[in-house]
């Protein structure tokens, strides 16, 4: 039976800044702590239609350090082909649709989490976030985005760590990178980290090579209102040396060219002429002994350098771990609000 009073964590901005500073408050907690029982007798359901190392890893061991039990799933792999649109006529791969799915699971779990990177075939369906949409209206149990069209647990793991190195984030300057890859990528990771930067308060420089390169545009006015909200600041800017300067912290990703996508071959007229994007020592110089940080995994000498990577500014380490404290944080509060 559907309910829709359930909270999921789908979308940072469908939470409040004191409820999200709530959950780093506990995640900074449970970093300090060992295992415990707090989940004991529960159950999460982990659906990846994506390959994963972080997330898997963290969420796995994160249930067994609260006692409770995660159960994974691989659509297509070592379980049943899914299908998410409604009305389809099922003469495909898919061997059940999401209504039965997250029927299913929400009898067998206490929660259900999903990673589905987009399509790459057409941007105007895949903004709208439909998959796990899909499944968050026919599950009964709360539902957790592990990496969709953007990846909130990435932004607690992100937000704990600039607490932990900068202290006060509110009103640091705060760069998100747009780097060059082979190939063009999901936008994810650089649309949360626009969202949870400017909903914290901090003065947000968004860098990319060109226009074509700009976050979709309900992203760039998300981050603009997250901003006048909680007086911060948020621009878009093309010039390299300005956008570092004085920065405190600086978050490298790659991403494709909305304009092309699913179009690579032509993307790649554009990508070839931006490998100078790439995070160096040179560049770091210009920031405020800023933080550096990546949500992994990151190609070496491509996105940024090694000199960068292994030095003590990097924390790219140290959000991964926070994933596991920050993700156990998030779980414990659904099952709090959800009881």
């Known amino acids: 039976m559907k309910n829709n009073n359930i909270r999921h964590f789908i979308n940072t901005q469908d939470w409040s800044q004191p409820e999200l500073r709530k959950m780093l408050r506990l995640a900074d907690r449970l970093k300090q702590g060992g295992w415990n029982t707090s989940l004991q007798g529960k159950s999460i359901a982990l659906l990846f239609l994506n390959p994963s190392m972080r997330t898997r890893t963290s969420f796995e ?24 649109n409604p ?42 976030d439909p998959v796990i949409k899909a499944l968050a209206e026919h599950s009964s149990v709360p539902v957790v985005n592990m990496e969709t069209i953007v990846h909130p647990c990435q932004e607690l793991a992100l937000m704990q760590t600039l607490y932990e190195r900068l202290g006060e984030v509110q009103n640091k300057k705060f760069v998100v990178t747009w780097t060059w890859h082979p190939r063009p990528l999901n936008t994810a990771v650089a649309n949360s980290a626009a969202l949870i930067s400017t909903k914290f308060g901090m003065d947000v420089t968004l860098l990319c090579p060109e226009p074509a390169y700009i976050l979709d545009q309900q992203f760039i006015e998300a981050a603009s209102d997250n901003a006048k909200a909680s007086g911060g600041s948020f621009q878009v800017s093309h010039d390299i040396e300005s956008a570092y300067s004085g920065a405190d912290g600086v978050y490298a990703k790659s991403w494709g060219a909305l304009p092309y996508y699913g179009k690579p071959e032509q993307e790649w007229e554009l990508r070839k002429n931006y490998r100078h994007f790439i995070v160096d020592e040179q560049k770091m110089a210009l920031t405020n002994n800023a933080v550096f940080s990546h949500c992994l995994p990151l190609r070496r000498n491509i996105k940024a350098t090694d000199a960068v990577m292994d030095a ?28």
């Open 61 to 84: 061991l994160g249930m067994q350090q609260l006692g409770g039990v995660a159960i994974v799933l691989q659509p297509g792999k070592d379980a049943w082909g899914i299908e998410f």
């Open 87 to 128: 009305g389809t006529v099922m003469d495909g791969d898919a061997e059940e649709h999401i209504i039965e799915v997250a029927g299913v699971l929400s009898r067998y779990c206490d929660m259900i989490s999903l990673r589905c990177f987009p399509g790459f075939e057409d941007w105007n369906y895949d903004r709208t």
């Open 312 to 339: 003590p500014y990097c924390s790219a380490i140290d959000e991964a771990e926070n994933r596991s404290h920050s993700q156990k944080a998030m779980l414990l509060t659904l099952m709090e609000l959800n009881k």
